[in-house]
């Protein structure tokens, strides 16, 4: 499952990390909250390198459907029922600023953007609340939107809020140029290289282990989709949530516009410009990692629906995106403990990183720099009005416990075919200990069922043929090979 946004644009190789060097911050992720953020250091004159586990754009940001929009969704009444209005305006000033230097940076470096409408949509009535209750608290905290009733649209559509001239954009054409420009700003970007974690060096410094061996930084900061480190518990602060994408080459227009709906099943929609005719990128059926019991069923479902509205043909291409949905709401970029600041930390964007990636990026080279944003505050890693969150932070983790033992129930209730078919996974006992044996372009693979993170039982991802942990979203290709964390193992490769 490759990305749309993959196939064109030139990825040069780089290099795997030289250990026994030194610098002053170094930066664990090669996203676009990494990238941003390495090179403002850089700009600033701080001696920083970036490590990226896979290669530039592998990650959540090259697999976004990259909408660079202040309308997100349904946001900002989730954001509402837990914060102040002021904390909501905050949140919406953070994301302003990142859409502007995001804007700005495209325009003097060439990267193409379309500027265009945001919507969200109700496709039922029972959604309509949603999208007027949208209308009202964005109206309050400032922004100018629009409560429309039906679009112009291929399906049924009960009520919309537009936000006018909102962007898009090809986020590897971005990610390509930012590497690019950090490079030339002297910044060692480190490809294939993942961090292992974090310890006490020398006078103060921290020692970076990765699976080349160990570096030195005075700061480090940590923009791994969901941090690497457990200290700080962020972990049990996210919910680690998969959604589905597919492109399209359709045989009725397209209608101008970034499309969301606010309700479920979602349906996420806009145009890709292409010199063969636009595209048509289509997202939604999200689910929490690891817990759905056929992900094939969702990206059928995605073009299914895609067809009866659009008239599509096959798709171009289908794939998949993770992100995290924070429990308080609001994303945690600052110190992984509080008052530590040396280890800094940035997630939680809740599938809108274009804006929330850039915000980060700008409060986390502005906190080591001495110059934080007056907005960074509704961004804060640890906040005080993050104790209205505890509900929710008890009740994702009593799923994950769940999971937890339901996984090792059956496990030890349960078996599974010895020689599973083509593109499917099975967990059973070989003899005492969990076994996950899968079958991909006919190679047959056992390897350990339980996650190195916390323990859990994984389960086979049929869509993207991975094995996925319920519990907090790591996530291993079927020989085992870790793709994303919190996990920093691969699983144990057993014999067959």
Not at 106 to 121: F, I, S, W
Not at 305 to 322: I, V
Not at 382 to 407: C, E, F, H
Not at 428 to 433: A, G, T, V
């Amino acid at each position: 499952m490759k990305p749309l946004w993959h196939t064109d644009i030139p990825r040069p190789a780089r290099l795997r990390l030289t250990p026994g060097g030194r610098f002053d911050v170094v930066v664990l992720g090669g996203g676009l909250t990494g990238l941003t953020t390495a090179l403002l250091l850089a700009q600033s004159g701080v001696d920083v390198a970036v490590l990226e586990a896979r290669r530039i754009g592998d990650g959540t940001t090259g697999a976004s459907t990259a909408k660079v929009s202040l309308l997100q969704g349904v946001r900002g009444q989730q954001i509402r029922r837990r914060h102040s209005n002021d904390a909501l305006r905050m949140y919406l000033d953070a994301n302003a600023v990142g859409q502007q230097w995001l804007l700005n940076y495209c325009e003097t470096n060439g990267v193409p953007v379309q500027v265009t409408d945001a919507y969200t949509y109700a496709q039922s009535e029972r959604e309509v609340a949603a999208v007027r209750t949208e209308h009202r608290v964005l109206r309050e905290a400032g922004l100018q939107t629009d409560l429309l009733g039906r679009l112009d649209l291929p399906f049924p559509v009960h009520a919309a809020v537009r936000l006018s001239v909102q962007a898009q954009l090809n986020p590897m054409t971005l990610l390509a140029a930012l590497a690019v420009d950090i490079e030339s700003h002297g910044v060692q970007i480190f490809e294939s290289t993942r961090a292992t974690g974090v310890r006490s060096g020398k006078d103060g410094d921290h020692l970076i282990d990765t699976e080349h061996g160990p570096i030195s930084a005075g700061t480090v900061v940590l923009a791994t989709g969901t941090p690497i480190l457990d200290r700080g518990g962020f972990f049990a602060r996210l919910v680690p949530q998969r959604s589905y994408l597919a492109a399209f080459r359709p045989s009725t227009p397209i209608p101008p516009g970034m499309f969301l709906s606010a309700g479920e099943p979602t349906r996420s929609l806009r145009q890709v410009p292409d010199p063969d005719g636009d595209i048509l990128l289509v997202g939604g059926n999200g689910h929490v990692v690891g817990r759905d019991g056929d992900t094939a069923d969702r990206v059928r479902d995605l073009i299914e629906w895609t067809e009866r509205a659009f008239g599509a043909a096959e798709p171009l291409a289908t794939w998949s995106a993770q992100d995290y949905h924070p429990a308080g709401e609001l994303p945690y970029v600052g110190p992984l403990l509080p008052g530590q600041d040396r280890i800094l930390v940035a997630t939680g964007y809740a599938k809108w990183g274009l804006t929330n990636a850039v915000a980060a990026g700008l409060a986390l080279a502005g906190r080591i720099t001495g110059k934080t944003p007056y907005w960074a505050g509704a961004m804060a890693s640890w906040r005080v009005a993050d104790y209205t969150s505890l509900p929710a932070t008890i009740a994702a983790n009593g799923s994950v416990a769940l999971q937890l033992s339901s996984g090792w129930a059956r496990v030890a209730f349960g078996g599974g075919e010895p020689f599973p078919p083509e593109g499917s996974g099975v967990v059973d006992r070989r003899p005492l200990s969990p076994t996950a044996t899968s079958t991909v372009d006919g190679n047959t693979v056992s390897v350990s069922a339980v996650c190195p993170h916390l323990y859990g039982i994984v389960r086979w991802n049929s869509a993207e043929c991975t094995w996925d942990c319920p519990l907090h979203g790591s996530r291993f290709a079927p020989d085992g090979t870790l793709l994303e964390g919190p996990a920093t193992k691969s699983l144990r490769r057993h014999p067959y």
